[in-house]
């Protein structure tokens, strides 16, 4: 057997999620990025023409689908690796990111306090205008735009160049857009008849739209808007089409509840991960992590492969493989037999919520956090080809579960105070207990929680996976948010020390 430099992979499995797997995080290098992203199947189905929004819960990579849609390689491997056939020719159409960062850094875009300033007390047409607003300065913004200087024609030069010149600005612009309301709406009339003469197509995209202003109560008429705008556009332009990349949660009926609404589910796909995808995202960022890492991913015949696209090194799909590989990086069981658990199933196992879903996320950051601890015990010096214990992946689980409340806790800032009222309770636990803990829990004022009763409440941590039901009617915790709510269970897991 070749010896290994087990320091060295230990050092690059760390580094194939940057910044804890966060989206900002990922490298502004183009290349690197496309080498760190994988194309899953369902992706095809956001590239459809007639979808205008992609759900999704928080770590399940649109921002990184979003930022590919941005790069002209990107789209071109995207197409390529999934074999897209009912999208247009890519070299005939346009992609422009109306609202999101393409990159870690973009101040190309009002600040989001400068947002909740302007937009304190915007009435519909106001908000309206400032979608309006936003696309047209950021069409204006892109110099490889085919009609940049068609559209320049369509609007007063003055407002042009406010847009393409002092987007942030938000003060300044949008009265502008919303005094010329009409003649700007015509003036993308115009510009959608030019693309169907020349049969172009031009796509505006969407993402993080939960950061247009710091208030979570703030966000249902911005967003309502938007949805509702392009709804009504639908049916007038025939070339221009959004790809709105929005939450699951910000998606509720009761929080953006407008006419016509329901025809959103024909346009609609929710992105969700497969099991298999995720350890092929696994293997795909190992192989092209570094030279040490392909080679040892190598003594698996077939398990990755040359991308003849920008997207590097790519894994097959193939779970018998993956099991392999686990076998080989970690062992087969948890412990030293199957009673603790088979390695590959554990892992899912131990990751997944209620409703069976694994964010990529967290799904890296196991591993990227077992690695991290697993350095701590060098030297691993033993001749082998395991590179990390079982236990060091058991207290990565934890560690895991306490980043991904407080990730959470970003988004929903009250899980705060519920997380304090859980602490030490013991899951599974009867229903009644769980919801007088609810009930007693002492909210912050600015951190309310969206619905009221304890029952409400409930069933709202049942629709984001984060508690389930089990048929004897208590209530349960996935282990995925059990540690980091500080719950105990009965024959769980003792932190590693």
């Not at 304890?454 to 996935?478: A, C, F, H, K, M």
């Amino acid at each position: 057997m070749t010896q290994i430099n087990k320091q060295k992979l230990l050092e690059l499995i760390t580094e194939i999620a940057p910044g804890r797997a966060t989206a900002e995080h990922e490298s502004n290098d183009n290349d690197k990025f496309l080498k760190n992203f994988l194309p899953i199947p369902d992706y095809r189905f956001a590239l459809e023409p007639n979808t205008l929004l992609i759900l999704g819960g928080r770590g399940v990579g649109k921002t990184e689908l979003f930022r590919l849609l941005s790069i002209t390689s990107g789209r071109e491997a995207l197409v390529q690796s999934l074999g897209i056939r009912s999208l247009a020719d890519l070299n005939k159409t346009s992609w422009i990111a109306g609202f999101g960062r393409t990159g870690q850094t973009d101040k190309k875009l009002p600040a989001s306090d400068v947002v909740e300033r302007q937009m304190n007390q915007a009435n519909k047409i106001e908000w309206r205008s400032f979608w309006v607003g936003l696309m047209l300065g950021r069409l204006l913004q892109q110099e490889d735009f085919k009609f940049k200087e068609f559209l320049v024609e369509q609007i007063q030069s003055e407002t042009s160049k406010i847009l393409k010149d002092e987007l942030p600005l938000l003060s300044i612009w949008q009265p502008i857009v919303y005094r010329d309301f009409e003649s700007l709406n015509f003036a993308l009339d115009k510009l959608d008849e030019k693309l169907k003469e020349t049969d172009e197509w031009l796509f505006v995209t969407y993402d993080e739209l939960d950061r247009l202003i710091p208030s979570y109560k703030d966000l249902a008429n911005p967003i309502r808007e938007l949805l509702a705008f392009w709804l009504e556009r639908w049916r007038r332009w025939e070339r221009i089409r959004p790809k709105i990349f929005l939450r699951t949660d910000l998606f509720r009926d009761e929080f953006l509840s407008f006419p016509d609404a329901s025809k959103l589910k024909a346009h609609q796909v929710t992105l969700e991960w497969k099991h298999s995808w995720l350890y092929q995202l696994l293997v795909k960022r190992l192989a092209n992590s570094g030279l040490e890492m392909t080679e040892y991913l190598q003594n698996i015949p077939n398990l990755i492969v040359k991308n003849e696209t920008d997207l590097g090194w790519t894994a097959i799909l193939d779970e018998k493989l993956y099991e392999e590989l686990i076998e080989r990086m970690i062992g087969k069981y948890m412990g030293a037999n199957a009673k603790k658990g088979i390695t590959y199933r554990w892992i899912s196992n131990h990751l997944q919520d209620a409703g069976g879903r694994i964010a990529p996320r967290s799904f890296l950051k196991l591993f990227v956090l077992a690695a991290h601890r697993q350095m701590q015990q060098l030297p691993l010096d033993e001749p082998n080809t395991t590179l990390l214990q079982s236990s060091n992946l058991q207290g990565a689980l934890m560690d895991t579960s306490n980043d991904r409340i407080r990730e959470l806790q970003e988004e929903y800032p009250w899980l705060e105070s519920l997380k304090m009222s859980l602490d030490s309770l013991k899951a599974p636990m009867q229903k009644e207990i769980f919801l007088d803990r609810v009930k007693s829990t002492a909210w912050s004022i600015e951190k309310q929680p969206p619905v009221t009763s304890p029952e409400e409440i409930l069933q709202y941590l049942l629709q984001l996976g984060i508690v389930e039901n089990r048929s004897d009617g208590r209530i349960n915790i996935p282990e995925i948010y059990l540690y980091g709510f500080n719950v105990k269970r009965k024959g769980g897991l003792k932190r590693p020390q």
